[in-house]
């Protein structure tokens, strides 16, 4: 029986009950990646001795009438994460030969739970992209057209999950860096709550790994189902120790409904600032018509929502603001003379971007302050919907653009050309005001191309976007393994 496909819950059900062992859970994720990675290049750093000796210690602590949450569970860890005795480089030649000596924390949550390390997965230049290629790594192609790319920047993982390498994986998402990757490949993520799940450790080289409260990111749980979704959050969850003492324990409010025909849901499915492709579109129409088939109580339309166009524009500000204020001064100098050039009337994201990158910390202050009102927007929605379902991106996976000034490069959308960092504002959507957004598979293009979308739910209430993923995932089906 091959097992590759198996959910982490029927992997767990089938190790308890003896019907198979970690260590051949392991080698058959070994045998896989060794046969079938040289095509699509989503394990970059393998450390497949230390998984056997992993795998055995399992078993071993199983036949001793243990049982954790993921005892024996072979699992894959995006490349960002600090691993000791690993390489740590984000895809940047100079730091080719970083090797922190200590565990991400979350790479210790998954450990103590007893889960199996594969190794590492690709991931694009410092985490900057929406596809997962860097110099020392090479390029991760998208296991359903090769010629496309994954996603990113937790593409490796997507691309892992979908080829059978290992039942989960941890990633991170600052612009869609888990969600994009998932909708791309056809399998699920959930990006957590701003603050809910520690991130220490999940640093770029060579930066000390110490707690940071970040602005815009979180990393969470990727995985071909949606309640190993939750599973594997039960694990990640809670603050980081050395901030809150021992326990990382977090009680999380249930979802607040069990039953399709119980939620009310808003479906979105245009944006003011950027045009949705048709396979897209299609996919949210078909989880919307499920949603109404389970009885559930969808509106299209809502004067509670807060205004898109703003916080597209609001979200890219805050993106970029916080990325270019570690650039070197010479650098920042050209921006701001660039940014002094643009035309007072000129209000495109571009433009947006580029005055942002050399904002004072006056005019973040003023866009924080903006940014609390449209939480505030949120909560009031909340009150009368329990979830929002919208696209991730406008398109499908799109061919590998390896142009080197991603300025320069477009996304096109029903042959309509955008800049291609426009096509970040729906991703951008729940991460600006902090919010948990699951990304589930919906449908298929016409060229047979994944079509995720996601669920957008209330700060600090991620179990109820997971628990519609979950019910989604009856109506709709879910994982398909690529031909």
């Known amino acids: 029986m091959e097992w590759s496909f198996r959910t982490a819950e029927e992997l767990t059900a089938a190790l308890r009950a003896g019907e198979v062992t970690s260590v051949e859970l392991t080698d058959e994720a070994i045998t896989r990646i060794e046969r079938d990675d040289k095509?699509?290049?989503?394990?970059?750093?393998?450390?497949?001795?230390?998984a056997r000796a992993a795998a055995r210690g399992a078993d071993q602590a199983r036949s001793r009438g243990e049982d954790r949450p993921l005892l024996g569970i072979p699992v894959t860890v995006k490349e960002?994460?600090?691993?000791?005795?690993?390489?740590?480089?984000?895809?940047?030649?100079?730091?080719?030969?970083?090797?922190?000596?200590?565990?991400?924390?979350?790479?210790?949550?998954?450990?103590a739970a007893g889960a199996v390390v594969l190794g590492k997965t690709n991931v694009p230049l410092g985490l900057q992209d929406i596809q997962s290629f860097n110099?020392?790594?090479?390029?991760?192609?998208?296991?359903?057209?090769?010629?496309?790319?994954?996603g990113g920047s937790s593409g490796g993982s997507a691309?892992?999950?979908?080829?059978?390498?290992?039942?989960?994986?941890?990633?991170?998402?600052?612009?869609?860096?888990?969600?994009?990757?998932?909708?791309?490949?056809?399998?699920?993520?959930?990006?957590?709550?701003?603050?809910?799940?520690?991130?220490?450790?999940?640093?770029?080289?060579?930066a000390p790994a110490l707690p940071v409260d970040l602005d815009l990111a979180v990393v969470g749980p990727m995985a071909r189902s949606a309640r190993d979704l939750t599973l594997l959050l039960d694990v990640m969850a809670g603050p980081d120790p050395l901030t809150f003492g021992v326990a990382h324990?977090?009680?999380?409010?249930?979802a607040r409904h069990e039953r399709l025909r119980d939620f009310r849901v808003l479906v979105l499915d245009e944006h003011p600032l950027i045009a949705t492709g048709s396979a897209v579109r299609a996919g949210v129409n078909r989880v919307a018509d499920a949603l109404v088939d389970g009885g559930a109580h969808i509106e299209r339309h809502s004067p509670l929502l807060p205004d898109l166009a703003e916080a597209g524009t609001l979200y890219s500000?805050?993106?970029?603001?916080?990325?270019?204020?570690?650039?070197?001064?010479?650098?920042?100098?050209?921006?701001?003379?660039?940014?002094?050039?643009?035309?007072?009337?000129?209000?495109?994201?571009?433009?947006?971007?580029?005055?942002?990158?050399?904002?004072?910390?006056?005019?973040?202050?003023?866009?924080?302050?903006?940014?609390?009102?449209?939480?505030?927007?949120?909560?009031?929605?909340?009150?009368?919907?329990?979830?929002?379902?919208?696209?991730?991106?406008?398109?499908?996976?799109?061919?590998?653009?390896?142009?080197?000034?991603?300025?320069?490069?477009?996304?096109?959308?029903?042959?309509?050309?955008?800049?291609?960092?426009d096509q970040l504002v729906w991703a951008g959507l729940p991460t600006m005001p902090g919010l948990p957004a699951t990304a589930v598979p919906a449908?298929?293009?016409?060229?047979?191309?994944?079509?995720?979308?996601?669920?957008?739910?209330?700060?600090?209430?991620?179990?109820?976007?997971?628990?519609?993923?979950?019910?989604?995932?009856?109506?709709?089906?879910?994982?398909?393994?690529?031909?």
């Open 39 to 50: 095509a699509i290049n989503a394990i970059c750093v393998p450390d497949f001795d230390r």
């Open 80 to 111: 960002s994460y600090n691993i000791a005795g690993l390489p740590t480089t984000w895809g940047m030649p100079q730091h080719r030969d970083h090797v922190p000596d200590e565990d991400a924390v979350q790479v210790s949550r998954l450990r």
């Open 135 to 150: 110099e020392i790594h090479g390029t991760t192609n998208n296991p359903w057209d090769h010629g496309r790319t994954p």
């Open 159 to 206: 691309a892992a999950l979908a080829c059978g390498f290992g039942a989960l994986s941890i990633g991170s998402d600052l612009a869609g860096s888990l969600r994009t990757p998932a909708h791309f490949c056809g399998v699920y993520a959930h990006k957590p709550t701003l603050g809910l799940v520690a991130n220490r450790g999940m640093v770029a080289p060579s």
């Open 249 to 254: 324990h977090l009680r999380l409010p249930p």
């Open 317 to 421: 500000q805050l993106l970029v603001s916080g990325s270019v204020a570690r650039f070197p001064v010479e650098s920042y100098d050209r921006l701001r003379t660039r940014a002094a050039g643009l035309s007072a009337d000129d209000r495109s994201l571009d433009a947006a971007r580029l005055r942002a990158m050399v904002f004072s910390h006056r005019d973040w202050l003023q866009a924080n302050n903006r940014r609390e009102l449209h939480r505030h927007g949120w909560r009031q929605l909340f009150a009368e919907f329990d979830a929002v379902v919208c696209p991730i991106t406008p398109t499908p996976a799109f061919p590998h653009d390896h142009t080197p000034n991603p300025m320069e490069r477009r996304i096109d959308i029903e042959g309509a050309e955008y800049p291609y960092f």
């Open 443 to 483: 449908s298929r293009s016409p060229e047979g191309l994944p079509v995720g979308v996601q669920l957008i739910g209330p700060m600090f209430e991620d179990r109820t976007p997971l628990r519609l993923a979950e019910l989604l995932e009856r109506e709709i089906g879910g994982f398909r393994a690529p031909e």
